[in-house]
């Protein structure tokens, strides 16, 4: 909800206090102009929203960087966390608050409490994050994709705004000469010397597949969650 919308509302609520006050008193023709007064604000407010709906950018997602690439998967999703304050103490509500929904919007992947986790930001402001659930199965099941967003709707506003947006997984296409048919694929990333069978073991970040017989030539395997040497 932007500014413009909550002073429509504002005035509007305003309006009909004074409006159901001055009935009871007797004051029919202030009673009903300020009822009719806030019956108009609250339309106002609404045919903004509508109006802002219509004018957001319908343009495709951005287009995957190579011909390499392929969008895997698209989903929507509504951002969790925003509610929290940043780290700069400024709280997500009042970004979301001043926005309208035409921003421009980046994921930005990382590893909580040895979990994958996800950010989705507005330049340098974290508007929320991706479910907990969604980020460890997509890292799951695309390790080395790469994320682009958009939002679909700045929610609420009463008393909470919420950020709805249409999520982009975007993997790179591997030739097949790199991957042996039916040879085992495993998990390595630059800060270990170990390979792994899950990608999101040992809190690994930005884990990369490659196959068993090129990791064995390098690293050793991880005794967690490997069953082979």
Not at 26 to 54: P, W
Request: proline share 3%.
């Amino acid at each position: 909800m932007g500014k413009r919308k909550m002073i429509f509302y504002g005035v509007a609520a305003l309006f009909a206090v004074s409006g159901v006050v001055a009935l009871p008193s007797g004051n029919i023709t202030g009673g009903v102009g300020c009822l009719v007064i806030a019956a108009v604000c609250a339309f106002a407010g609404m045919k903004g929203k509508t109006e802002q709906r219509a004018d957001k950018k319908t343009a495709p997602h951005v287009a995957p960087a190579s011909a390499n690439e392929r969008i895997v998967e698209t989903i929507r999703t509504k951002l969790v966390g925003v509610t929290y304050d940043n780290e700069d103490g400024e709280n997500r509500q009042d970004i979301l608050s001043s926005m309208t929904g035409n921003e421009e919007i980046e994921v930005e992947k990382y590893i909580f409490n040895g979990e994958p986790a996800a950010y989705v930001k507005c330049g340098n402001k974290v508007l929320g994050n991706l479910a907990a659930e969604l980020a460890k199965d997509l890292a799951e099941k695309y390790p080395d994709a790469r994320y682009t967003a958009e939002i679909l709707e700045i929610s609420g506003g009463v008393h909470t705004f919420g950020c709805n947006i249409e999520l982009d997984i975007i993997v790179e296409e591997r030739k097949k000469a790199q991957q042996p048919a039916g040879e085992t694929i495993v998990y390595v990333d630059q800060s270990s010397k170990k390979y792994h069978s899950k990608p999101t073991c040992s809190g690994m970040k930005n884990a990369k597949g490659i196959p068993l017989s090129q990791a064995k030539k390098k690293y050793t395997a991880c005794k967690k969650c490997c069953k082979w040497g």
